[in-house]
């Protein structure tokens, strides 16, 4: 069981526009501590996405972006590429783990 | 460049023991605070343990509190991971990934390529 919800599967047409959400609780995201993405490729490694709810790490294109609010946050992709399959996860501190809690992964299926 | 090479998989029986490795290489390991990962197959990302640059402050998951054990040796710019009492659901490919954090909660900026542990009769 995660302690940050995600959808199981998204789904979107090369160059549109696909969110993902992250939803979390008073221990984790609505307590103020940060969202932190991550894209795993199929056979591959986690890769880091965006970190402190908005920020992309150098080599990361900008059509990938984060916010949060309350204890929600989000995860933006314009202009998809069939590249951009792989799974999605969401990632917080969660004061009840001690620890970081996941979301359970987001597929993202480019059609 | 950064990297994270794990090491120490393989397969092993219920309620036996195995020590994964990872070695880092092209930064100040020393500086860094240090976390293991797991996937279990088909399935989504759990945090494992954490272990601060000097290893004063360590944690794990409940999942494995009391059977795992993490360490490091600055010197050697390794990370270890024991793993005793092994169990079936313990069955994942472990990653080691570099902590950082900006004050709101840790995130990890590299990740090895994992080992996978396989536990089965």
């Known amino acids: 069981q995660s302690v940050l919800t995600q959808p199981p599967s998204v789904s979107g047409a090369p160059g549109q526009r696909v969110t993902i959400s992250c939803t979390g609780s008073?221990?984790?995201?609505?307590?103020?501590?940060?969202v932190h993405w991550y894209q795993q490729l199929p056979g591959t490694a986690p890769k880091l996405l965006i970190y402190?709810?908005?920020n992309r790490p150098s080599g990361v294109p900008d059509r990938f972006s984060g916010s949060k609010s309350g204890t929600s946050a989000s995860l933006a992709i314009t202009g998809l590429q069939a590249e951009d399959e792989a799974d999605y996860y969401c990632?917080?501190?969660?004061?009840?783990?001690?620890?970081?809690?996941f979301g359970g992964g987001t597929k993202l299926t480019v059609l | 460049e950064v990297q994270l090479v794990e090491s120490g998989g393989g397969l092993v029986q219920p309620g036996g023991s195995l020590r994964l490795s990872c070695a880092a290489s092209?930064?100040?390991?020393?500086?860094?605070?240090m976390n293991w990962v797991r996937q279990a197959p088909g399935k989504g990302l759990e945090w494992v343990s954490y272990?601060?640059?000097?290893?004063?402050?360590?944690y794990y998951a409940d999942s494995v509190k009391g059977r795992f054990t993490i360490s490091r040796d600055n010197a050697k710019n390794s990370l270890y991971l024991q793993m005793n009492s092994l169990r079936d659901e313990d069955t994942a490919v472990y990653y080691c990934?570099?902590?950082?954090?900006?004050?709101?909660?840790?995130?990890?900026?590299?990740w090895g390529q994992g080992t996978l542990v396989t536990v089965s009769s």
């Open positions: 990934a570099r902590d950082l954090d900006l004050g709101s909660g840790s995130y990890y900026d590299y």
């Open positions: 092209g930064f100040t390991f020393s500086s860094y605070s």
């Open positions: 272990i601060s640059s000097s290893s004063s402050t360590i």
């Open positions: 008073s221990s984790n995201i609505g307590a103020g501590y940060d």
């Open positions: 402190g709810n908005s």
């Open positions: 990632q917080s501190y969660d004061s009840s783990l001690s620890g970081s809690g």
